[in-house]
């Protein structure tokens, strides 16, 4: 028990990994953005026109995060019209299975009768 008190302290603050899970998985929009990049949709006119309610702004304001915390990369196509692409980098791969990881434990907490 010593040994616990001796990691833990009450000015413990959250790691910068711990913050970003905080950040992604309470915001619904950031999460929906994640899955359609994980599922394969990864033009942001096709993740709009997949989600209705969603506007270019917070779209785009979710993809910078994203972007931001290295879990997407983006790609910029020399074409006319120009065209820009998203995809899971390494990292996020990682962090989606993590996601993943979350669900299936609530999930079997729900079938346990927990709320």
């Known amino acids: 028990m010593a040994s616990l008190r001796k ?6 603050r959250p790691t910068p990994t711990a913050r ?6 309470g915001c619904k929009w950031s999460l929906t ?3 359609l ?7 942001p006119g096709a993740m709009q026109k997949r989600v209705p309610g969603l ?4 779209l785009n304001e979710r993809l910078r995060k994203l972007l931001r915390f290295g879990i997407i990369e ?10 820009v692409e998203y995809r899971l980098t390494a990292f996020g791969r990682r962090f989606s ?7 299936q434990l609530d999930a079997e907490r729900e079938s346990l009768g927990n709320p």
């Open 37 to 43: 990049v994980k599922s394969g949709i990864c033009r």
């Open 74 to 83: 983006r790609e910029v196509f020399a074409e006319v019209p120009p065209r």
């Open 20 to 25: 970003m899970v905080e950040d992604i998985v």
């Open 33 to 35: 953005v994640l899955m």
């Open 55 to 58: 506007s270019a702004k917070v």
């Open 7 to 12: 990691n833990i302290s009450r000015g413990s």
């Open 97 to 103: 299975g993590v996601l993943d990881q979350i669900a």
